[in-house]
Structure formats: C-alpha cells, structure tokens
T-cell receptor, first 115, second 112 residues
C-alpha cells in the first residue's frame, strides 16, 4: 500500500538554527498537511497546502514556519530560528483531493529535538 | 472555546469483549468526524469517517455512531483482540476545508 514517507526520523538541532523537515506524500495525492504532536499532548494542525499554495493555517503556523513543494514529489516544512518549545513530533499527511472528509494518510513523523 | 474530549485516558478490557470509546465536543458544528488509530511512535492511521447527516457507520468489527444533538460520537470495537491495543483518536472538521481538530485520544489495552 502506498505510504507517506518522512525524513529524517529524528532531528536534533541547536536553538536558533533552521530546520527543514521533508515529506514525500502519496504520489497521486493533491492535498498536503503538516501536524505536530508535543510529547503527551494532542495532535495539532499546522497547515494545509493545495495547488502550490497554503489552503488553511492555524495560529501555531506563524512567520517562523513555511512550507514548500520544491518539486513533484517532496513537501517540506521549514522552521526558522527554532525555539525549545518547537520540540515535538511533526507529522506530514496527504489526501487524494480537497473534497470534504477525505481520509488523511499520515507518515510516521519526524521527532524534532531542540537543545 | 471549542473542546473535544475523549473518555478516560486509558481503557482496559478483556479479549472478546466490546470496547466502547467516547468522543464529546462543545462549541463546535462539525461537518464530519473521523476516527484514527495511533500506535506508539507511529503516525495516525485512518479508520472510519461519519458525516453529520449519518447516524451510524460500520466496517468489519468497527462501528461508529454520531449524535449531533448530544454532540457525541461513540466508537465500538466488537470481539476485541490484543492486536486492537492502541490509542484511538477522534478528529473533527468544520465545513471550511479539511483541517482536523483532534481529541486527546483514548489508550485501549485488550488483555488476553
């Protein structure tokens, strides 16, 4: 079965540095998402992306964050000037299209640790 | 403010019994509700979707109900197995798009 793949599985970064988290969504999917899960807390929506632009974003997704689809297969989340509180599991997800209620297929996440 | 609550952080049941998990929400008018399974260290896996105009959905041993008056969804696993042990998440979406808001999850342990 097709999968969403995320790299790296674990990223350790010094506070203040920039990180790029990478995702390869399922190949025929058109709608992409990033979520995060701080340890022991709920999965939280960050942003959705469709047709090369942001579709929705949450309050968490401020100017520190950006997303990009640099080519036909990758979908990236960039976090500038990382803070300790950015430490979390970051999940990428994709769905076939933007029709309401489409199942979202999640990757296994990147664990981001900010030191 | 909007709240999504799932009953108890953990639910322990005996193999073969029916597990019933609850998702309650307030100050929210979801267009649909989804249930996901999450295993430790893994991403959520989609299980079932139910829309606001549907009362019940089934898939194999799984059943979901949705009561928009009570603002509640129930998720049932019949003939539970140890392999069903995982955290189960409910997630709601409003009419405007596919942004999911997740509950905190219920950790289910099925004992042999």
């Amino acid at each position: 079965e097709p999968e969403v793949t995320q790299t790296p599985s674990h990223q350790v970064t010094q506070m203040g540095q920039e990180v790029i988290l990478r995702c390869v969504p399922i190949s025929n999917h058109l709608y992409f998402y990033w979520y995060r899960q701080i340890l022991g807390q709920k999965v939280e929506f960050l942003v959705s992306f469709y047709n090369n632009e942001i579709s929705e974003k949450s309050e968490i997704f401020d100017d520190q964050f950006s997303v990009e689809r640099p080519d036909g297969s990758n979908f990236t989340l960039k976090i500038r000037s990382t803070k300790l509180e950015d430490s979390a599991m970051y999940f990428c997800a994709s769905s076939e299209d933007r029709a309401q209620g489409q199942p979202q297929h999640f990757g296994d996440g990147t664990r981001l640790s900010i030191l | 403010s909007q709240k999504i609550e799932q009953n108890s952080e953990a639910l322990n049941i005996q193999e073969g019994k029916t597990a019933t998990l609850t998702c309650n929400y307030t100050n929210y008018s979801p267009a649909y509700l989804q249930w996901y399974r999450q295993d430790p260290g893994r991403g959520p896996v989609f299980l079932l979707l139910i829309r606001e105009n549907e009362k019940e959905k089934r898939k194999e041993r799984l059943k979901v109900t949705f009561d928009t008056t009570l603002k509640q969804s129930l998720f049932h696993i019949t003939a539970s197995q140890p392999a069903d042990s995982a955290t189960y998440l409910c997630a709601l979406a409003r009419n405007a798009g596919n942004m999911l808001t997740f509950g905190g999850g219920t950790r289910l342990m099925v004992k042999p």
